[in-house]
């Protein structure tokens, strides 16, 4: 695979990956891909995980409200981009491994360790999978951290972390609005912009934003449906009808 | 074997470039990892110690550096359990990692780096200063001044032209800072943000990161068109 920007990956993928129909010819054909928008941001105090709901097989969106963020033990989440099969396989590989891992432990993993266990099966299959996740998770040794395992299985920690094909169009607003030290209410309306943003843009991101929110105290579960998210440049306040516009009178109707 | 496998890299770190100086070894990259052509991760550390006696500098798929980097631990850790006295010099790390990566490349499944060995030791013949690089084909060498990727290109050439034997820790950096500066103009993939390392005999310092200025004040740059329309 020819080194790819998130861009192309989900289109390029989809052609090129099983040599058969390229998303021209039969465009509900192929791969369930996940185009997607992940984000794990850190906070004072955990991490809030983000991420949009889209699955898609060529052209035709097969899920559209998937769950990309899952659970691997009670304090770390994965975020999942790339090849819906390929995340499901290595999360439930890692989530196998951490269960015994604690058990052993007799205490929680740490995020280190959950992260390490996703870059090692990234790293080692590197030739077979097409996977970027990003894992965030709390511990009482390091706190709130977020690691990056793009394709290739590198492993980054960092501040925050974008992925998918939808994170192209956030480099920018990151660089832009990212700061340290944001509150956990903050962080969490922080995560619901920049994702909705993404989707705004990336046609393989859409759907709800769903986010994760992982401290000391525990896990807390958002669902932002996909009509209570901000409007942006060129979109339109939804209406029920047109029926209910002219009714209203106040549409300045083209009339010739 | 896999005769079909062909790795590509996906992360990748550009052009390493380093040089032998008076007191031992310097080395300088820049701090990014590209994503094909986005400029994705740019607070990457490129140089890491290993061992007591030298420096590494990995460019290529970044993946493949980290796991260099844990069988030099492996390496490292075992060769202090032996508890003898003696460590891993420059030339020796050099040698096993020639073998690894030769060996990989056989095995049609290489370790997609190029990787700058410095560093000093105490031989024979008093402290002995040591520069090579191994890249992902097995290509091996040493040399008083080394680069990989556009730093073959734009670095080299300055380097052959301006090393000198025993040159000064600041006459070392002002010529390594030259280099780094044109990577900068001219290799689309770096980024204003530089790491510099050093090895003597005293033991390794990896700089905190830092940025460059740049010269665009040339009036040539400010109205290229004015005697040519449409020129680019």
């Not at chain 2, 002002?174 to 090895?199: G, P």
């Amino acid at each position: 695979r020819k080194p790819l920007s998130p861009v192309s990956a989900a289109m390029d993928a989809a052609s090129s990956l099983m040599g058969g129909p390229s998303s021209a010819d039969a465009p509900t054909d192929g791969e369930h891909r996940m185009g997607t928008t992940i984000v794990g941001v850190c906070y004072a105090g955990g991490v809030v995980l983000a991420a949009d709901s889209r699955t898609s097989t060529g052209m035709y969106v097969a899920n559209r409200a998937s769950d990309k963020i899952s659970q691997l033990t009670d304090n770390v989440y994965v975020c999942r981009s790339g090849s819906a099969a390929d995340t499901q396989v290595i999360s439930d590989y890692v989530r196998y491994f951490l269960h015994q891992h604690t058990i052993q432990l007799g205490q929680p993993a740490t995020v280190k360790v959950a992260s390490n266990l996703v870059r090692l099966l990234a790293y080692q299959n590197k030739s077979m999978l097409q996977a970027g996740m990003i894992v965030g998770g709390w511990d009482k040794y390091e706190g709130g951290q977020i690691y990056s395992v793009p394709l290739g299985g590198t492993i980054l920690r960092q501040p925050f972390a974008i992925g998918g094909s939808g994170s192209s169009y956030l480099y920018g607003l990151m660089d832009h609005e990212w700061k340290e030290g944001m509150t956990q209410e903050e962080a969490e309306k922080f995560v619901v912009k920049v994702v909705s943003l993404a989707i705004a843009r990336d046609g393989a991101s859409g759907g709800v934003v769903r986010t994760v929110t992982i401290n000391e105290e525990g896990v807390k579960r958002s669902f932002h449906p996909g009509d209570k998210l901000p409007l942006w440049h060129e979109e339109m306040e939804p209406q029920n009808s047109l029926l209910d516009i002219l009714a209203a009178g106040s549409s300045d109707a083209m009339v010739q | 074997y896999n005769l079909e496998r062909r790795e590509n890299p996906y992360v990748t770190g550009n052009s390493v470039i380093a040089m032998k100086y008076k007191d031992g070894v310097i080395m300088a990259c820049d701090t990014g990892a590209s994503y094909g052509s986005t400029l994705r991760y740019k607070s990457v550390e490129r140089i890491k110690e290993v061992g007591k006696h030298s420096l590494i500098g990995g460019s290529g798929e970044f993946s493949d550096f980290q796991e260099i980097l844990r069988y030099l631990d492996e390496l490292t850790l075992n060769d202090h359990m032996w508890d003898d006295g003696n460590s891993l010099g420059p030339k020796e790390i050099h040698a096993y990692l020639t073998r690894v990566m030769y060996n990989r490349r056989n095995k049609f499944d290489p370790l997609w780096n190029s990787l700058v060995l410095g560093g000093v030791k105490k031989g024979p013949k008093g402290d002995e200063k040591y520069l090579g690089m191994v890249n992902m084909i097995g290509t091996h060498f040493e040399e008083n001044h080394i680069a990989t990727g556009f730093g073959n290109h734009m670095a080299i050439p300055i380097l052959r032209g301006e090393w000198r034997e025993d040159m000064t820790f600041e006459e070392a950096v002002k010529l390594i800072e030259k280099c780094l500066l044109v990577l900068l103009y001219r290799d689309r993939s770096s980024i204003n943000k530089f790491q510099i390392a050093k090895i003597t005999t005293e033991g390794s310092t990896i700089y905190p990161p830092y940025a460059l200025k740049t010269n665009w004040g040339f009036a040539a740059f400010e109205n290229p068109s004015k005697g040519a329309v449409g020129t680019w």
